[in-house]
């Protein structure tokens, strides 16, 4: 059983930073695409970032390139999201989640028809203008 526990969230003022860890129990990450996805209250759930289990490839939102960067600790079994140059509008619960050779394009995308295995709790990041 996949478990996910992220952690990094907070308050931060526009063009601040933070980084989001993602770690996981239960499962070789190795094997598992991750994707870091957002969503707050009456919006749609957005794919922002994800690594791809197949190649390693990573992908990320246009509205977030640039900006963040999603890399991963085998070793340590996590996952992080490193989001520089915040803005108001990434004010979010940020959520990750893991899926056996999950298609990444699909994540970024909300192309996907199937939820990924597992998900984390959620942390909010806010950021103020």
């Known amino acids: 059983e996949v478990q996910l526990v992220e952690s990094g969230g907070g308050l931060v003022q526009a063009g601040g930073s933070l980084r989001l860890s993602c770690e996981a129990s239960?499962?070789?990450?190795?094997?598992?695409?991750i994707s870091w996805f957002r969503q707050a209250p009456g919006k749609e759930r957005e794919g922002v970032s994800c690594?791809?289990?197949?190649?390693?490839?990573?992908y990320y939102t246009d509205a977030v390139k640039g900006r963040f960067t999603i890399a991963s600790d085998n070793a340590k079994n996590t996952v992080y999201l490193q989001m520089n140059s915040l803005k108001p509008e990434d004010t979010d619960v940020y959520y990750c989640?893991?899926?056996?050779?999950?298609?990444?394009?699909?994540?970024?995308?909300?192309?996907?028809?199937?939820?990924?295995?597992?998900w984390g709790q959620g942390t909010l990041v806010t950021v103020s203008s």
């Open positions: 989640a893991a899926d056996f050779a999950g298609v990444c394009e699909s994540y970024i995308a909300s192309t996907y028809a199937v939820e990924p295995d597992g």
């Open positions: 239960g499962v070789t990450l190795d094997d598992y695409s």
């Open positions: 690594i791809s289990s197949a190649d390693g490839s990573i």
